[in-house]
């Protein structure tokens, strides 16, 4: 086996016993990246500061080390990294190498942490395939055909290195599903915390009131020991939440014997495939196994998530995203003769940002310009207001966490979505936005293959600011699942 | 609701993206779509609702109104696509 497969807790276990050293498994990562080019998943490799991140971590080893000293990831293209390309995959922003550090970045590195590079996304995060990155597609390493599969979006690239073993873990960030999805389509773990648990600060915005980062890893307990290093208070985020941060490695106890399981009858689609059916059946068997109490439950406005999903997002999209105006950074277009600072405006956003980002920015303008507002984006506020009392209604009535599942299908081929109008490709965050809306902590947990030999994952949902009661649910699933295949190395 | 070739050119023009005439029709096509699908939205019963405002109920926080940061001009201009003297260059805007 090399280091570059261990979890980020047997790592941690062999750093601290002396048995690897830092520089030893930087090196296996970055060697595992060199292979990996096929997959596209690292498109800013950061060789060098990792080497000398890697340096420090084994010259302080021992008793001040960080919870992830010496531990080696990648970090999404969407996190402001200080004097290294931070594009959000975009052409807007080619080229802006940030003068200060994202919050979450910081915060690994004080915890020891080894940035191996930034890693693939759709732009602005907004895609569910990977496929509107200024990068090119990442490539999912699971492959059954000759045909290449899309590793999910927008952390398309964070959930392709993490599955092909180039990094222990990654950051994602999830506005409707961009950590849930790819995990499930590439057979990791990713949790997406409560609103306000991460900071936002440093984190190129998309919808603020729906974004949230959250990490993507080889096991339950490596998301709960990356996400301990992540979460907290920050004074730079003023919806960063003032609340203790628990131990969330000591709370997968596997003990939810008496927690009542959710089944929101709401989630059986027109359609859904079988086998989606039946891997969502075998996870109820799982938790029932381990002594947790089913109940069906009902969230009855789960049907205009979506719809309420894709007002509120490009409506806060079109106002984050005016600020690329060609002045401040990023790219500028040529200007003609006479062109005023109109023409430098409506020149640059057209050069610089993709059809997808263009398509939402415009919906979004619409939907807030005069005449509109209310019966679009105050509508759908009302409808989120709605979704949101749903769950609290669950909660209420003593439900701990609910059971889903986490995508509609397994990986599809890169290219297959491309003739289909935008809302075939908006169905894919249909079991994971409600959890956006309602700002709720959500984990993808891979439980199966499908007939093709493919990656499925199951969802639990948890009550605000229950991320250590999530985790330790998802900690029973993933251990009765017992799901180890990993994708058969073709690049 | 359909968006006519007129409504896609002024949405563009708001959104400050500049779209070549030839590719009105598609854009419009493309917008009206989504906005179909958004009409779903109609058959909520949404009377009485407040329209959300904040997802975690929380009081923002209040701090000193001080200067706390600052003299990083440098840094402030250093991706900036043209930088003079210490400012942001830009077209004339005022004729």
């Known amino acids: 086996m090399n280091a570059n497969e261990l979890t980020i807790a047997e790592a941690r276990d062999a750093l601290a016993g002396g048995e690897l050293s830092a520089v030893d498994l930087t090196m296996a990562c970055l060697t595992a990246i060199d292979a990996g080019t096929p997959l596209n998943a690292f498109v800013h490799a950061t060789p060098e500061i990792a080497l000398d991140q890697a340096r420090a971590a084994d010259a302080r080893r021992g008793a001040d080390a960080g919870a992830l000293n010496g531990i080696p990831l990648g970090i999404k293209d969407l996190f402001c990294t200080k004097g290294v390309a931070s594009q959000a995959a975009s052409n807007i922003l080619k080229g802006f190498k940030p003068e200060y550090e994202s919050t979450v970045t910081s915060k690994l590195f004080e915890a020891g942490a080894v940035m191996l590079g930034k890693l693939n996304m759709d732009e602005f995060a907004m895609g569910s395939s990977n496929e509107t990155s200024c990068y090119g597609d990442a490539v999912n390493p699971w492959k059954v055909d000759d045909r290449r599969l899309t590793p999910g979006g927008s952390s398309g690239g964070s959930a392709a290195a993490v599955a092909a073993d180039l990094c222990l873990g990654a950051t994602g960030t999830d506005t409707g599903g961009s950590i849930r999805q790819p995990a499930a389509f590439t057979g990791i773990v990713g949790i997406k915390p409560t609103y306000g648990r991460v900071s936002r600060w440093g984190i190129v915005a998309f919808a603020s009131s729906l974004d949230q980062a959250g990490p993507m890893t080889k096991s339950v307990r490596d998301a709960a020991i990356l996400l301990g290093a992540m979460a907290g208070h920050d004074p730079k985020d003023s919806t960063s939440a003032d609340i203790p941060v628990p131990d969330f490695e000591a709370a997968l106890t596997g003990d939810i014997r008496g927690r009542k399981i959710g089944i929101p009858r709401e989630y059986r689609m027109d359609g859904m495939p079988a086998e989606i059916e039946a891997l969502w059946a075998r996870g109820r068997e799982m938790l029932a196994d381990a002594g947790a109490e089913i109940v069906d439950i009902s969230l009855p406005h789960t049907k205009y998530a979506l719809p309420a999903y894709y007002v509120i997002a490009p409506a806060e999209a079109s106002s984050n995203l005016a600020r690329y105006d060609g002045v401040r950074y990023g790219h500028r277009a040529r200007l003609g003769q006479g062109d005023g600072i109109v023409d430098m405006y409506e020149k640059t956003r057209a050069e610089g940002f993709g059809k997808e980002v263009q398509r939402r920015v415009m919906i979004g303008t619409y939907v807030l310009s005069a005449g509109f507002y209310d019966a679009y984006y105050n509508r759908a506020r009302k409808v989120r207001a709605l979704i949101k009392r749903d769950f609290d209604e669950a909660f209420a009535a003593g439900v701990d966490a609910i059971l889903t599942p986490a995508t509609p299908s397994s990986a599809f081929g890169l290219g297959e979505m491309a003739e289909a109008d935008p809302v075939a490709m908006y169905l894919n965050d249909v079991f994971t936005v409600t959890v956006n809306l309602a700002g709720l902590p959500g984990i993808s947990v891979p439980v199966g293959l499908d007939a093709k030999g493919l990656p499925l994952g199951l969802q639990l949902i948890g009550r605000p600011w229950d991320e250590a009661g999530l985790l330790n649910h998802a900690h029973v699933l993933e251990r009765a699942a017992g799901f180890v295949e990993k994708p058969r190395k073709w690049w | ?95």
């Open chain 2, 1 to 95: 609701m359909s968006i006519d070739i007129e409504t896609a050119r002024r949405v563009a023009h708001l959104a400050r993206i500049r779209v070549d005439e030839a590719d009105l029709p598609a854009l419009a096509g493309e917008l009206s779509g989504i906005l179909t699908f958004m009409e779903q939205l109609n058959e909520v019963d949404v009377e009485g609702v407040e329209p959300m405002t904040s997802v975690t109920p929380m009081r923002l926080k209040r701090r000193q109104d001080v200067v706390t940061d600052g003299d990083m001009q440098d840094k402030v201009l250093s991706n900036a696509p043209d930088a003079r003297e210490g400012f942001f260059a830009v077209p004339k805007v005022v004729e």
